[in-house]
């Protein structure tokens, strides 16, 4: 079967690689000229452990094409995915430029019958809009479906979460267009992947309550940790102790700057301009987005605190993409604390075993540097942030970083060192909910007094 994908981003690369690999015929396009070239010479627009690997092997294969012809590939296949981006407009809600551009194509170009699928994250009833795009374009009524399909992968671990999904969620109203997507996944079927078959409205909203029920998780938690570090307690067992309740699950209570990426942001703000729109209250998801707008300030206050104010202090900033594993810095809680240091006077310089360009590119001030290595990050530093939690910075020569420090602060963001470890080392650690027994106890008396008071 023969299978075009729009948009070679994070989401469209991934799954027209695998697609590839499960034998169908996929062609990936992009407006974006030089992102073709690039990936017809091999070269990676995106870091995606594993990637280059399945794109070169299904490529040399010929089940693999890149072409920036986007009539033919409409032309040429009999499923069309649209993976095209959804950013946030200034009001929060979805931008659907993309998609309509993607729809209008369609529906000019084809000549029989086509299976529209909406892999983009995108608000309830935009199949249905996407179908009158699609008609209004045509010259002569043709046939067609919409199949709403949205994707869940996860950017670090994208390939394995594509080929081995939790579940496949398909929203159709027809069942030939809903039968042709489902044999396009079968190989799924063979591992025993859940399916999830409804109509295209319930589809589009699974995306958004998924999304928003994470970054809930993730706020409640922030929120959590600020109570423990008012009283003293240890969110990490708090955190271990309440997800080993079958109930809540371990996963996504991990405290720290804030959630942060391309989908988490944009999507709980898209999702309460749904409810806006629609006229039905959200309390939920508007806290979290609001416990999480303020989660950078947490950290800049803890660190003002320490330094006795920020102006004019050199900040080391290991980590600087969204999270670790991924080159995209797109509405990084790290790149967000670099901002925030800037603007408050303070010479900011990061590291990124990764993403060093990207952030140079998203971030320019005169007072934001790289350095070529997390220790070299280090030098002349009052302090030093832990902003994403890159494996390597976990086993840091931190005595070497100590000794290339003009100051002592250690602003754990991401709680990856131990308190007891670092400080032993002379540090002044600061974590999320997290401190050492010592500091706890200080504030564990503090508290006494307040409770008696
Ligand atoms: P991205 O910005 O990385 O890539 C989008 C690509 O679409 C770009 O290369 C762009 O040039 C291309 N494009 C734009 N208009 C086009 C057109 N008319 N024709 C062909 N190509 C066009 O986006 P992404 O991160 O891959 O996300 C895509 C969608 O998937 C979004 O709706 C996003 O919310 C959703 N999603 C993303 C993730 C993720 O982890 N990144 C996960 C699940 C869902």
């Known amino acids: 079967m023969n299978v075009t994908v729009f948009g070679t981003g994070f989401v469209g690369l991934v799954a027209g690689a695998c697609m590839a690999d499960f034998g169908l015929n996929v062609h990936c396009v992009d407006i974006d000229e030089r992102k073709i070239a690039q990936l017809n ?69 084809m000549e ?28 002569k009524p043709i046939e067609f479906d919409v199949v709403s399909n949205p994707e869940f992968l996860r950017e670090g671990a994208a390939i394995e979460d594509f080929m081995r999904p939790n579940r496949v969620v398909l929203g159709a109203d027809n069942a030939r267009a809903l ?19 409804t109509d295209n409205r319930t589809a589009e909203l699974i995306k958004y309550a998924t999304n ?32 080993m309740d079958g109930r809540i699950g371990r996963k996504f209570l991990h405290p720290g700057p804030g959630y942060g990426g391309s989908c988490l ?34 950290v800049l206050r803890k660190l003002t605190d320490a330094l006795g104010g920020l102006e004019g202090r050199t900040i080391g900033l290991l980590g600087l993409t969204y999270k670790p594993n991924t080159n995209d810095v797109r509405e990084s809680p790290s790149l967000a604390i670099a901002r925030a240091l800037l603007q408050a006077g303070a010479q900011v310089v990061g590291f990124d075993p990764i993403a060093h360009c990207e952030a140079g590119e998203a971030v320019q001030h005169p007072n934001f540097k790289i350095a070529d290595s997390a220790l070299a990050s280090a030098a002349g530093a009052d302090a ?4 994403t939690e890159w494996n390597e910075f976990r ?25 007891e470890t670092v400080a032993a080392l002379g540090f002044c650690y600061i974590g999320v909910g997290r401190a050492t027994e010592a500091e706890r106890n200080s504030r564990k008396l503090g508290m006494a007094f307040a409770a008696r008071a």
């Open 41 to 109: 010479q091999g070269i990676m627009p995106i870091y995606e452990q594993g990637l280059e690997e399945l794109v070169s092997r299904n490529v040399s294969q010929k089940r693999l094409h890149f072409t920036s012809d986007l009539e033919s590939a409409v032309r040429n296949s009999l499923v069309l995915f649209i993976a095209v981006g959804t950013e946030g407009r200034p009001d929060g809600r979805a931008n659907l430029e993309h998609v309509r551009n993607v729809a209008q194509l369609i529906g000019r170009c």
């Open 112 to 139: 029989e019958y086509k299976v529209v699928v909406m892999k983009s994250t995108v608000p309830v009833g935009t199949a249905a809009v996407v179908a009158e795009w699609v008609r209004e374009a045509q010259s």
């Open 179 to 197: 039968a042709i997507v489902k044999d396009i996944y079968r190989p799924l079927y063979l591992i025993e992947t859940p399916f999830v078959t």
């Open 212 to 243: 928003s029920f994470l970054a809930i998780k993730i706020s409640y938690i922030n929120e959590v940790a600020r109570l423990c570090d008012r009283v003293g307690a240890d969110v990490h067992v708090i955190a271990k102790a309440v997800g």
């Open 265 to 298: 942001p944009k999507d709980t703000r898209a999702f309460l301009r749904t409810f806006e729109d629609y006229g039905v209250p959200n309390h939920l998801v508007a806290a979290s987005v609001r416990i999480n707008d303020e989660q950078i300030g947490e």
């Open 384 to 387: 030093v942030v832990v902003g």
């Open 395 to 419: 086993n840091l020569d931190l005595a070497e970083l100590k000794r290339r420090m003009t100051g002592s602060v250690l602003l754990d963001a991401r709680n990856i060192y131990d308190p």
